[in-house]
């Protein structure tokens, strides 16, 4: 895993960005247009991450490699929505009901001065974060875990060693 990369993506600029890439927009149009959506509900709204990790009395990257299953089920929900969003935007029909999607899109693109399609690959390059930094943190997890087993493992390889170097010495006579 390359730490380097999860903890860039978990700061401001690294976000931007990431979601610049994905999307392929200039990072500052990018934030002008992410911070005129807001909430564009990338977390559930009563999620508070690094208080409920706190809370739980886990590290953060722990606690989001857990939620990462329900994270998932989550954004292929909602990019299946997207999805059958614009497919309207092309004049194909919809078997989904969309309003909430469909009016985020038009409320964003309207603020923004963006076509609809651009606000769509914004919230593709969202949901591309969210699939990222979790991947990031199962990776960071694991590795974690692997480590400490090892240290585990070294240690326990080591006092029995030590063990069972003390039953081979005898005393010495006279003793």
Known sequence: MNETEL???????????????????????VKRIYLLGRPWGLWPPDLDISHE??????????????????????????????????????GGETTQAIPAVRAHVEKVATLSGKEEETICRLLHALYAYRRRVGQLSIQRVSESSRHRMEQYQAASNCETLSRGDRATQRPLVGQ
């Open 7 to 29: 903890s860039e993506l978990l700061t401001p600029s690294g976000f931007f960005r990431f979601l610049a890439q994905q999307a392929k927009l200039d990072p500052e149009e």
């Open 53 to 90: 990790a706190a809370e739980a009395g886990v590290g953060l990257f722990t606690y989001l490699a857990a939620l990462q299953p329900l994270i998932d089920m989550d954004t292929e929900g909602k990019e299946a929505q997207l999805t059958a969003y614009e497919a309207t935007l092309i």
